[in-house]
């Protein structure tokens, strides 16, 4: 039986999606249970669950893990609450700067995480321009670099724009005069935005938090610029341990957990939106 054009038309794609992402993922699945021998870089025989359990075992590797996930949330909740009014800005009253604004928006996406970084490196330092501007104002210099405070500023510059376009993606499909509309019914702006907006606005946010929250959990960058390695997160140590010590099995296991840790965050929104869908269906 002939193959129909469509699937052969899907094959190259499938066969490079085999070589750049599924070989690798099996590759780095298949490493994290297996060992190295006291001394050698090479992969012993056999499978075992030595890296997990030392993973678990380990209360520096627990306590990175949650700093990492704390980092992850507050990140995900300051971007959130930054990027509602800059979404709806440049939805209902950006006009003509709407394309400027959106592609402003997409810099630190397309500059890579390194640029950003030291963009904040010399914003946020010693002589920069946050603590040229305290001098000059007789105001006491503050110190970010190396501190939880300036790793949070520069994750939330490098991934904001994740969760604006979601979000303006979202609004953009509401009727313009929504506001409006429930102001003449007597609401006021804050219960307009907690009432009508917000639960409209659910999907975009929704899926910007999804993004905000794996880049952030994945980050290794932002975290090692400006933590200036006083500060260890998960892709700070996976990096080290397959860098620097050369514990490619535990790095591979690092990073399995840190997919786990992903993948259990989507199935949890994807089963709550489910049940969110049916009880609105029942009522």
Same mark, same amino acid.
């Given at each position: 039986?002939?193959?129909?054009?469509? +699937?052969?038309?899907?094959?190259?794609?499938?066969?490079?999606?085999?070589?750049?992402?599924?070989?690798?993922?099996?590759?780095?699945?298949?490493?994290?249970?297996?060992?190295? /021998?006291?001394? *050698?870089?090479?992969?012993? $025989?056999?499978? *075992?669950?030595?890296?997990?359990?030392?993973?678990?075992? $380990?209360?520096?590797?627990?306590?990175?893990?949650?700093?990492?996930?704390?980092? *992850?949330?507050?990140?995900?909740?300051?971007?959130?609450?930054?990027?509602?009014?800059?979404?709806?800005?440049?939805?209902?009253?950006?006009?003509?700067? !709407?394309? +400027?604004?959106?592609?402003?928006?997409? &810099?630190?996406?397309?500059?890579?995480?390194?640029?950003?970084?030291?963009?904040?490196?010399?914003?946020?330092?010693?002589?920069?321009?946050?603590?040229?501007?305290?001098?000059?104002?007789?105001?006491?210099?503050? !110190?970010?670099?190396?501190?939880?405070?300036?790793?949070? +500023?520069?994750?939330?510059?490098?991934?904001?724009?994740?969760? #604006?376009?979601?979000?303006?993606?979202?609004?953009?499909?509401?009727?313009? $005069?929504?506001?409006?509309?429930?102001?003449?019914?007597?609401?006021?702006?804050?219960?307009?935005?907690?009432?009508?907006?917000?639960?409209?606005?659910?999907?975009?946010? &929704? /899926?910007?938090?999804?993004? &905000?929250?794996?880049?952030?959990?994945?980050?290794?960058?932002?975290?090692?610029?400006?933590? =200036?390695?006083?500060?260890?997160?998960?892709?700070? #140590?996976?990096? =080290?341990?397959?860098? =620097? #010590?050369? $514990?490619?099995?535990? /790095?591979?296991?690092?990073?399995?957990?840190?997919?786990?840790? +992903?993948?259990?965050?989507? /199935?949890?929104?994807?089963?709550?939106?489910?049940?969110?869908?049916? =009880?609105?269906?029942?009522?």
């Amino acid at each position: 039986m002939p193959m129909p054009p469509s +699937i052969l038309l899907l094959l190259p794609a499938l066969a490079l999606s085999a070589v750049v992402f599924l070989a690798p993922f099996l590759w780095l699945a298949s490493t994290s249970f297996r060992t190295q /021998a006291e001394g *050698s870089l090479l992969l012993a $025989d056999g499978f *075992s669950i030595h890296n997990y359990a030392r993973l678990l075992a $380990d209360p520096f590797f627990l306590e990175v893990l949650l700093r990492t996930l704390a980092y *992850s949330i507050v990140t995900t909740a300051i971007s959130l609450v930054v990027a509602l009014p800059v979404a709806r800005f440049i939805v209902t009253r950006a006009g003509r700067l !709407k394309g +400027i604004l959106l592609a402003l928006m997409l &810099v630190p996406l397309v500059s890579g995480a390194l640029l950003p970084s030291l963009g904040m490196l010399h914003l946020m330092g010693p002589l920069g321009v946050v603590n040229g501007a305290a001098r000059l104002l007789g105001l006491p210099t503050v !110190k970010l670099l190396g501190t939880p405070a300036g790793i949070l +500023i520069g994750l939330v510059q490098s991934f904001l724009p994740l969760m #604006v376009l979601p979000l303006v993606n979202t609004l953009a499909r509401l009727p313009g $005069d929504l506001e409006q509309a429930a102001a003449s019914l007597g609401a006021s702006a804050a219960a307009t935005w907690r009432r009508v907006i917000l639960p409209l606005a659910t999907p975009g946010i &929704v /899926a910007g938090s999804v993004l &905000v929250f794996c880049a952030t959990f994945t980050s290794f960058v932002t975290p090692q610029v400006l933590g =200036q390695g006083h500060i260890a997160t998960f892709g700070t #140590v996976a990096y =080290q341990q397959a860098g =620097q #010590v050369l $514990d490619w099995p535990f /790095a591979s296991a690092l990073a399995m957990v840190a997919l786990a840790m +992903i993948g259990l965050l989507q /199935a949890a929104i994807v089963i709550g939106s489910r049940l969110s869908r049916r =009880q609105e269906a029942r009522q």
